[in-house]
Structure formats: structure tokens, C-alpha cells
């Protein structure tokens, strides 16, 4: 099983380029989500899908873009990027359940960025 | 006010050794999970143990076992008989309202590093 897939692992942009960060997920999971990861601060949510063609913010969302056109792949894009975007990205997908078993958030292999 | 605190920075514990990693979290919705993950220092996510908001026993998983305490909002990670490959960060997270499947992804706290020693 290939889980959920993250491409590119590692990314070197200049400031103000555009890229876009590519997830799948062959799990069939409805939710989707994007985070980021700063030293000392965890992982914080970006963007979320509970299901395709439905998006929302979380609680970083200023300067990335989401859309989710299918159940598989949910990218993100950088529209302009910044030095304070350098991080490390995580992309997770879990089922939908009113059951709380199995709910667990399965983790891509992350994206390091820097934007130089 | 933080969602998930985790005041431990940093761990060193002795292989072999019971190793408890604290969490506590805040919310007013009565329908919640808690995640720990392992964050090995090759950067991957690794799902350790669950507990629901209803669930009325502590959560066991082979050597890992969460102390939930609903009225404390306390959910500890045990580590019994720590070995050297358990040496990683650790974070607890939060998922609030299951009720209507309204997830909106996880909370996360800052994490613990825990040095395991020989």
C-alpha cells in the first residue's frame, strides 16, 4: 500500500516563485488536511478537505491555496513565496466516522521547503 | 489559550525504564480524540495510541497505554520498559467534534524530545 504520497521531498524556491505541493492518497479517506512543521512549534493546519470539492482554512492559511477535485489528490500551492514559508509540509488523510475508532490521521513522508 | 500543552521540552530517561510524557488539553466540545504521534529524527509520522472521548478504558497499544483523566483533561503517554529505538519527539493532538463528522483536523501540541540513554 502506498498510503499517502507527498512530491517533491525537498524544494529550493526563490522569493516569489510559484510551486505547487502534490498529495495522494489511495486509502479512499475522505479528510484531507496540509500542515506545517516550525522547530519548537509543532504542526500547525493549513488548509482541510472533508470531502471533494470541499475546502477550508485552518489556522495558518495566509498564502497557500488549496483545491480538492478528487478524492486522491489534494495539492497545495504557494502563489508567491516567502522566506517565512521555509518549513517542513505534511500532508494527512483520515476516514470520516461518527464511530471514534479509526479516525487516525495517516501522514505523508513531509516536503522541506526553503525559500531563499 | 493553547489547545494541547505539553510542558515537557525535553527527556532523558534510562533504557528499560517506565517513561510518562504529559499532556493536557482544552476544549468545550464533548465529543474529542486524542493522538499520540512519534516523530523519529527521519521526519516521519508515526501513529502510537488513541483514546475517545467516550471511551470509558484507558487505551492500550503493546507497550504504550494513555492515562486519560476527562475531568483533569489530562491524557499522559506511558512508555513501559523504554528502549533506545523509542529515543524520538513525541506529540499529542486533538481532533474536536466527531459528533456529524465535523473533523477539522488536529491540534497539535509542541512536542517532547525524548532521549532514551543506555
Not at chain 1, 521531498?9 to 489511495?26: E, N, P, R, W, Y
Not at chain 2, 532523558?12 to 466540545?29: G, R
Not at chain 2, 465535523?102 to 525524548?114: E, I, P, Y
Amino acid at each position: 500500500n502506498a498510503g499517502v504520497t507527498q512530491t517533491p521531498k525537498f524544494q529550493v524556491l526563490k522569493t516569489g516563485q510559484s510551486m505547487t505541493l502534490q498529495c495522494a492518497q489511495d486509502m479512499n479517506h475522505e479528510y484531507m488536511s496540509w500542515y506545517r512543521q516550525d522547530p519548537g512549534m509543532g504542526l500547525r493546519l493549513i488548509h482541510y478537505s472533508v470531502g471533494a470539492g470541499i475546502t477550508d482554512q485552518g489556522e495558518v492559511p495566509n498564502g497557500y491555496n488549496v483545491s480538492r477535485s478528487t478524492t486522491e489528490d489534494f495539492p497545495l500551492r504557494l502563489l508567491s513565496a516567502a522566506p517565512s514559508q521555509t518549513s517542513v509540509y505534511f500532508c494527512a488523510s483520515s476516514y470520516s466516522s461518527l464511530d471514534t475508532k479509526n479516525t487516525e490521521a495517516f501522514f505523508g513522508q513531509g516536503t522541506r521547503l526553503t525559500v531563499v | 489559550a493553547q489547545k494541547i500543552t505539553q510542558t515537557q521540552p525535553g527527556m532523558f530517561v534510562q533504557e528499560k525504564e517506565a517513561v510518562t510524557l504529559d499532556c493536557t488539553y482544552d476544549t468545550s466540545d464533548p465529543s474529542y480524540g486524542l493522538f499520540w504521534y512519534k516523530q523519529p529524527s527521519s521526519g516521519e509520522m508515526i501513529f502510537l495510541i488513541y483514546q475517545g472521548s467516550y471511551d470509558q478504558q484507558n487505551a492500550t497499544e503493546g507497550r504504550y497505554s494513555l492515562n486519560f483523566q476527562k475531568a483533569r483533561k489530562s491524557a499522559n503517554l506511558v512508555i513501559s520498559a523504554s528502549q533506545l529505538g523509542d529515543s524520538a519527539m513525541y506529540f499529542c493532538a486533538m481532533r474536536e467534534g466527531f459528533s456529524g463528522g465535523g473533523a477539522d483536523g488536529l491540534t497539535f501540541g509542541k512536542g517532547t524530545h525524548l532521549i532514551i540513554q543506555p
